[in-house]
Each structure stands twice: as C-alpha cells, then as structure tokens.
C-alpha cells in the first residue's frame, strides 16, 4: 500500500472538512423548519426552499416559495412546539436528502396549557446546494401517528 502524498492528504481533509461544513449547514437548515413553524416565521420557512421547492403536509401539496407562503397559520391563540431529533443526512455532491424525527405538540388555548394534540413521525426533506447556501427542494411531513385529538381539530358547526 502506498504511502499518500501531502497533496492527496490536503484534498481527503479538505473534502472531510466540507461533509462536516455540508452536515452543520443541513442541520441547521432542519431545525430552523420546525423553529419557523414554532415561531410562525412563514417569510423565512419559505425562503429554506428553492423557489421552485414543494411542501407536501399531508393532503396539501404546494410548489414555489408563493404557495408555500400562502399556507394558513394557525389561530393566534394556538402555540406550536416541534422536537425533532435524529437527524439522518444522505449528502450526493449538491444535492442531499434528510429524514428527522419529529413530535409535534399543539397547545390551542393558552389559559389551558394542558389542551394538547401531539402528533410524531418524520420530516422526508430533499436539498440541494444553492449560491445561498442548502435549500428544500421537496420537504414533507409523514404522520405516524396521533393522540385522539386531532393536531388540527375541526371546528363545531351549530
């Protein structure tokens, strides 16, 4: 076995150095999906996308930052509170894929912090390496599973 030159050290550490710098960015990027959420931030969720990104939650399918900008909040009652963990990242060269586990719980009035739903399962997200750093190019969320009440209860018709 041959014995690496300084020059092919230098390129496997610097190539080592930018899947860390990949990893650190992608994560961030993943947390800042459910902060945005948590926080209602909808102008920078949309901007973690391509323009041409897709956001599928459940039923609802949208393509471009403008649709995904026109999603409904939440009542300003509501809070939101997204742990997510186990982040798994898949980097090809510019393009890279997550899958992150997430539990969701939403608090719907907050005189009653104990009116909860919580819902768990993953965040499927597709990136790729943009001038402005890594963006969804696809993201969705996958229920697994929910408590009897519902995340995103129907309201009563009288």
Not at 33 to 54: L, P, Q, S
Not at 79 to 85: Q, S, T, V
Not at 121 to 127: E, R
Request: with cysteine.
């Amino acid at each position: 076995m041959e014995t690496p030159t300084v020059n092919e050290l230098g390129t496997v550490q610097a190539t080592q150095l930018q899947w860390l710098v990949d990893r650190a960015e992608i994560t961030d990027l993943v947390l800042d999906f459910a902060r945005c959420v948590d926080d209602r931030d909808m102008i920078k969720y949309a901007e973690n996308f391509t323009e041409d990104g897709e956001l599928v939650l459940h039923a609802i399918h949208l393509k471009g930052r403008d649709q995904i900008l026109s999603i409904p909040g939440f009542p300003p009652e509501w809070a939101a509170h997204h742990l997510i963990g186990n982040i798994l990242i898949d980097i090809d060269g510019d393009v890279a894929h997550t899958r992150t586990y997430v539990v969701a719980t939403h608090v719907f009035d907050p005189a009653t912090p104990s009116d909860t739903a919580q819902a768990g399962g993953w965040y499927l997200q597709d990136l790729r390496r943009t001038p402005d750093g890594w963006r969804f190019t696809r993201a969705e969320v996958r229920t697994v599973w929910e408590t009897e009440k519902p995340l995103f209860p129907q309201p009563e018709l009288s």
